[in-house]
């Protein structure tokens, strides 16, 4: 069992809806949690990062930790067809660079104009 | 911009072939990291370094060397390729200007390596 685990998709939604992605966890340790956009042949981009539970805001995005569930959300409101991209998430036991991050294999995301 | 640049973006070589990717960095960050990424198992961790000459392996690790013999650069090599490396490799950075830790990874644009 990956330690990570993410739905590749793909997840196919018409422009404006609300989208939510996804990643459930085995290790009860993981305190940093990130996510990545990546659009089709890019590098991975940081697109928001949270620490612990609860929710952090920034635009139309939100992200979402419950540590009681070992679960983890993005959600996207008024989606966009620029939102079309694969949605990594990521995590660490440390905000020491000498951790590891684990990746999630990620989430495909495409929104229909 | 982290300041990332990753060379060559595009390779084609024969199996039993040497490679070396370089990395490149402009702004004096401490860690550096190789990752390869392959459809349904994400970004795997190869290498990383922790400081000039300073590297320790990944979890992928097998079949791959490192250097980092200053801040900016670091190589990694494929001393005789497979075909079971041929992926997308992943250049990423974290820490400060100032050297201090931070779990925020950025990453390059990566390089799309065939071995054929």
């Known amino acids: 069992q990956k330690e990570v685990e993410q739905d590749p998709g793909p997840l196919s939604v018409p422009e404006g809806a609300i989208v939510s992605l996804n990643c459930t966890y085995s290790?009860?340790?993981?305190?940093?949690f990130m996510w990545y956009r990546q659009y089709s042949r890019k590098g991975p981009e940081l697109l928001m990062y949270?620490?612990?539970?609860g929710n952090k805001e920034d635009g139309r995005f939100t992200a979402q930790v419950d540590k009681s569930s070992k679960y983890i959300s993005l959600f996207i409101r008024d989606s966009q067809p620029s939102d079309s991209a694969t949605y990594l998430c990521?995590?660490?036991?440390?905000?020491?660079?000498?951790?590891?991050?684990?990746f999630g294999s990620g989430t495909r995301l495409l929104v229909r104009p | 911009d982290a300041g990332i640049t990753q060379s060559p973006r595009h390779k084609v070589t024969e199996t039993g072939t040497p490679v070396t990717l370089r990395c490149h960095q402009t702004?004096?960050?401490?860690?550096m990291y190789w990752y390869r990424q392959d459809p349904g198992h994400g970004l795997r961790l190869i290498h990383y370094?922790?400081?000039?000459?300073?590297?320790d392996k990944g979890e992928v690790s097998d079949g791959y060397s490192v250097s980092r013999s200053k801040t900016e650069d670091f190589l990694l090599t494929l001393e005789s390729a497979t075909s079971s490396q041929t992926s997308v490799y992943f250049c990423?950075?974290?820490?400060?200007?100032?050297?201090?830790?931070?779990?925020?990874?950025?990453f390059g644009p990566g390089t799309r390596l065939t071995v054929t």
């Open positions: 990423a950075i974290s820490g400060n200007r100032q050297g201090q830790s931070s779990y925020e990874q950025y």
């Open positions: 290790n009860s340790a993981f305190q940093y």
């Open positions: 949270t620490y612990s539970s």
């Open positions: 990521a995590m660490s036991v440390s905000r020491d660079s000498s951790y590891k991050l684990i």
């Open positions: 702004e004096n960050h401490r860690y």
């Open positions: 370094s922790y400081g000039v000459k300073d590297t």
